[in-house]
């Protein structure tokens, strides 16, 4: 998978075909903003990253209920990351919202995870 991230629009570059196109949600500062990114790139697939559990600037203001018709309307949204999983309770409101084919990529980022990985990647085979 060949990933290029939405810093990409600052230049004028055309995504080629096979690229997947990665949107940093803490970097979307509206839900208005988002479908823009996804309407103006409509040959891509996308990877959302969602920062859940960011403390620090930016982060979005919006939440996984909020996305959830956005996500729906756009098939090609094919990739979606969760960051601070750090057991599966955290990832159930993603199984359980997320279109059966967005494959979730999970973010590991503490030791705490790390100790629950098992856990973790069990609950994704349901």
Known sequence: MLLI??????????LPKEVVFRIN???????????????????????????????????????????????EANPRITYFAVSN????????????????YINIVLKIESPRAVENIKEICDSLKK
């Open 85 to 100: 999983v750090e057991n599966k309770n955290d990832l159930q409101p993603f199984l359980e919202k997320l279109p059966d």
């Open 5 to 14: 991230s939405q810093n990409m629009e600052s230049y004028d570059f055309v």
């Open 25 to 71: 949600l803490a970097w979307c500062n509206s839900l208005e903003e988002l479908e823009g990114k996804l309407t103006k790139n409509k040959k891509s697939e996308f990877f959302l990253d969602l920062p859940v559990g960011r403390i620090k600037s930016p982060n979005n203001r919006y939440s996984l209920d909020d996305m959830i018709p956005i996500i």
